[in-house]
Structures are given as structure tokens and as C-alpha cells.
């Protein structure tokens, strides 16, 4: 048996976020086979989930790694086997602290994403997320569990996401990890989560050495997934920092089904 997990944006998914015929086709060989496959990614179970049905992925043998590894989805018993949730002092003092940075942060709930305003960050948010939204000037007051992640958002200007990042760095250290996402998306989530945690605990779940474990992404927050896994594939639409840590670049991108294309060869080898 083997393992694939794959990230959605700019990985499994093309420019159009979708799952393309030849990309589809692919899996669905894949899962006939009687192999594994595992979306990983920072988005939330919801909007997981929307993603695999729009792809007409109802197969056995599917899991889903949300939240960046904070949340762990078995499919076929529909229930989460992992979930690491963030304490709401956390969550008021990262609102406190991106506050005075001028910065937009976010949190979750199970069925919605909680904004502090109906602001221009999270209407570019919601294009591709498309979770119910609850507006809530103190986060914590829109919440009804502890959260599996937030994440502060900057549409036009990094270095305000870098200065916030680095102000709580200290505070950080053994609470929380802060990774990229994109230039854009700074995601906040449990010190002992991440994707790379998540691949190591599903090829245990399942009984699966890691070396019969393929990960494939293509941004900051994938790098420790490929890491994990006995195969490390960087898309060729990936940042440097993701291909230097892979053991393969794709020759193809995600909008030319580059995943589809490096597994056939590495599974054919």
C-alpha cells in the first residue's frame, strides 16, 4: 500500500482550483489499487471537504489533513481521529498583538470563520474559502470550541505580516508555529501540529512505513510534509525554499497535472 498526500492550492488543484480530468483520472487508478490518499492542507475541514466532493473523490481510502495538520479527518468513519486546538488566551492576545500591528487576523469555528470586520482581507479570503462568515470585533465572542488555527492576513504589504511575526516570536516558542502559506497568509496553529506531524502519525494509524509515503506541495507550509514522507515532491510551481527540501521537482505545474505525471514515473520505477 502506499501513501499519497498532497496539498490542494498549487499542488492537486490547477489555477482554476479544480481537479483536472487527467489529474482524476490518475487518482482514481491510484485508489483502485488499493492505496491511500490524503488532501493536507492549511484550509479548513469545510472547505476540505468541498474541494473532494466538487472532485467526485468518494472513494474509500481517503483522509484529510486540515488546518495544517491540526485536524485529522478519517472519511470513510466520518470523524476526525486528531484535533489540536488553540486556547482562547491565545487567541486574545494574538487579536491584541496583530491589533496594534494594523494587521487583520482571523479565527475559526467548525462551521464558519470568525472576522473582526467585514473587511477587505477577508473578502479576498472567501473567494476560494467559501465558509460561512461571523463578524466579531473580539474574536473569542464569536467562538463556540477553541480553534484549530488562525491566520493574520496582509493582501499588500509582507514585511507587516514579517514585523508581527517576529514581535511575537519569543511568546511563540513551544505555543504556536507561525508559517507562510503565501507571501499573504501567515497561519498560527499548535506547536505540535503541522503537516509534517500529521504524515507521521497517519502512516502509524495506518501501519504504512514512511518510506511507502509520497508528498507532494508546493509552499512554506509543505516543507515539513515533505520532510516526512519517504518522497518529497516540490511542484514546479513551488517556492525555492519547498524544492531545495524535496527529494523531486515535478518537470510539469500544477495546471499541467504535474502531480499526475511525477507519480505515474515514480510509481512506475
Not at 468541498?50 to 486540515?66: H, M, P
Not at 479565527?107 to 461571523?134: G, N, Q
Request: aromatic share 6%; with cysteine; charged share 25%.
Amino acid at each position: 500500500m502506499k501513501l499519497l498526500f498532497t496539498d490542494l492550492d498549487g499542488t492537486l488543484l490547477n489555477n482554476d482550483s479544480k481537479v483536472s480530468p487527467g489529474t482524476r483520472a490518475f487518482l482514481d487508478e491510484f485508489l483502485a489499487a488499493g492505496n491511500k490518499l490524503i488532501l493536507s492542507s492549511g484550509r479548513p475541514l469545510l472547505s476540505v471537504l468541498e474541494v473532494k466532493n466538487d472532485a467526485g473523490l468518494l472513494q474509500k481510502g481517503i483522509f484529510l489533513i486540515c488546518n495544517n495538520g491540526t485536524q485529522i479527518y478519517d472519511c470513510d468513519q466520518e470523524r476526525s481521529i486528531v484535533e489540536k486546538r488553540l486556547p482562547r488566551p491565545y487567541v486574545s492576545y494574538l487579536q491584541q498583538q496583530a491589533q496594534k500591528h494594523h494587521l487583520h487576523i482571523q479565527a475559526y469555528r467548525d462551521d464558519a470563520v470568525i472576522s473582526p470586520a467585514d473587511d477587505k482581507e477577508i473578502k479576498y479570503y472567501r473567494r476560494r474559502i467559501h465558509l460561512p462568515l461571523i463578524v466579531s470585533p473580539c474574536l473569542t465572542d464569536g467562538l463556540v470550541n477553541d480553534p484549530l488555527k488562525m491566520l493574520a492576513i496582509s493582501l499588500d504589504d509582507h514585511e507587516k505580516l514579517e514585523a508581527f511575526r517576529r514581535s511575537i516570536a519569543d511568546w511563540a516558542e513551544n505555543k504556536i508555529q507561525m508559517i507562510y502559506s503565501n507571501d499573504m497568509y501567515l497561519e498560527l496553529f499548535d506547536w505540535d501540529s503541522g503537516k509534517g506531524s500529521a504524515v507521521r502519525f497517519v502512516c502509524d494509524h495506518l501501519g504504512v512505513p514512511l518510506s511507502d509515503a509520497y508528498a507532494a506541495g508546493d509552499a512554506d507550509n509543505d516543507i515539513s510534509m515533505l520532510e516526512a514522507a519517504g518522497t518529497g515532491i516540490a511542484m514546479a510551481n513551488a517556492t525555492d525554499r519547498v524544492k531545495r527540501a524535496a527529494d523531486v521537482v515535478t518537470a510539469l505545474d500544477n495546471d499541467r497535472d504535474g502531480l499526475a505525471d511525477i507519480m505515474k514515473r515514480l510509481l512506475a520505477s
